[in-house]
């Protein structure tokens, strides 16, 4: 998960209250490098309205689940903002150790996407780009 930099020294409950009412979108382009570059290719899978308040506990509650999706393509990773167009994170999106977990591996027009786990980790980098212990004991940084 990268925060933007107006949330960067937000805790957990800080980033939830501020998802309230925010849009999440799916994107299986290259997450920038940070929140605030936009989105290479607009084009986007999926998008989610979330409520107000976002959570219950610690899970997330769109206003609609599933959506349709509205292109073809594999999650990357999600962008959240607010009503306004303030960009408030990117968190990482696909199967495993991912920030946002789909129920579906890929995307295509009209198929539903949902939502099935949403965390919050504000220290954490995109999982594809953490190295293993080996790695880092083989020099591989």
Same mark, same amino acid.
């Given at each position: 998960m990268k925060l933007a930099e &107006?949330? &960067?020294?937000c805790g957990v409950d800080e980033i939830k209250a501020a998802l309230g009412g925010a849009t999440l979108r799916v994107y299986s382009c290259a997450q920038p490098d940070t929140p605030e570059k936009s989105v290479f290719r607009n084009r986007f899978l999926a998008e989610f309205?979330?409520?107000s308040p976002a959570f219950d506990g610690d899970s997330i509650r769109p206003v609609e689940s599933p959506v349709a999706g509205k292109d073809v393509g594999v999650p990357l990773f999600v962008r959240a903002t607010k009503a306004d167009g303030t960009v408030? &994170?990117?968190f990482s999106a696909g199967p495993g150790d991912m920030d946002v977990k789909l129920a579906e591996t890929s995307c295509s027009i009209g198929a539903p996407v949902q939502i099935v786990k949403f965390q919050i980790r504000p220290q954490s980098t995109h999982p594809s780009r953490r190295l293993s212990a080996r790695d880092r004991m083989q020099g591989l940084s």
């Amino acid at each position: 998960m990268k925060l933007a930099e &107006a949330f &960067a020294g937000c805790g957990v409950d800080e980033i939830k209250a501020a998802l309230g009412g925010a849009t999440l979108r799916v994107y299986s382009c290259a997450q920038p490098d940070t929140p605030e570059k936009s989105v290479f290719r607009n084009r986007f899978l999926a998008e989610f309205q979330l409520e107000s308040p976002a959570f219950d506990g610690d899970s997330i509650r769109p206003v609609e689940s599933p959506v349709a999706g509205k292109d073809v393509g594999v999650p990357l990773f999600v962008r959240a903002t607010k009503a306004d167009g303030t960009v408030i &994170a990117d968190f990482s999106a696909g199967p495993g150790d991912m920030d946002v977990k789909l129920a579906e591996t890929s995307c295509s027009i009209g198929a539903p996407v949902q939502i099935v786990k949403f965390q919050i980790r504000p220290q954490s980098t995109h999982p594809s780009r953490r190295l293993s212990a080996r790695d880092r004991m083989q020099g591989l940084s």
